[in-house]
Nanobody, 126 residues
Framework: QLQLVESGGGLVQPGGSLRLSCAAS????????IVWFRQAPGKEREEISC????????YYADSVKGRFTISRDNAKNTVFLQMDSLKPEDTAQYYC???????????????????WGQGTQVTVSS
């Protein structure tokens, strides 16, 4: 079965850190560009970060730039999202997705993704 599985979400205080994982099952992540989206209650799903399949180049939305770091470990078939200096406005359901684009884009659409994970909840609150 081809799927992505996220883990690492949870409850953290403002200023804290979490590391999300996105593990692939049934296919090799090497050939896919991986995108992290998030969706807060009442809001649309938004792209926040991406790492390309071609050269490992990355993209960050302005809202997370300088605080989040995306990386991939092809040997583990996993992509990570290190989230530091978390803010209450980072509270959302986080999803990873995979597509066959060569490079990242700031405008990836939900419908362009080939695979989705089930999501993991991140709550930033004191």
């Amino acid at each position: 079965q081809l799927q992505l599985v996220e883990s690492g979400g949870g409850l953290v205080q403002p200023g804290g850190s979490l590391r999300l994982s996105c593990a692939a099952s049934g296919f090799t992540l090497d050939y896919y560009t991986i995108v992290w989206f998030r969706q807060a209650p009442g809001k649309e799903r938004e792209e926040i970060s991406c790492i390309s399949s071609s050269d490992g180049s990355t993209y960050y939305a302005d809202s997370v730039k300088g605080r989040f770091t995306i990386s991939r470990d092809n040997a583990k078939n996993t992509v990570f999202l290190q989230m530091d200096s978390l803010k209450p406005e980072d509270t959302a359901q986080y999803y990873c997705a995979a597509n066959r684009a060569y490079y990242c884009s700031s405008g990836f659409e939900v419908y362009e993704q080939d695979f989705w994970g089930q999501g993991t909840q991140v709550t930033v609150s004191s």
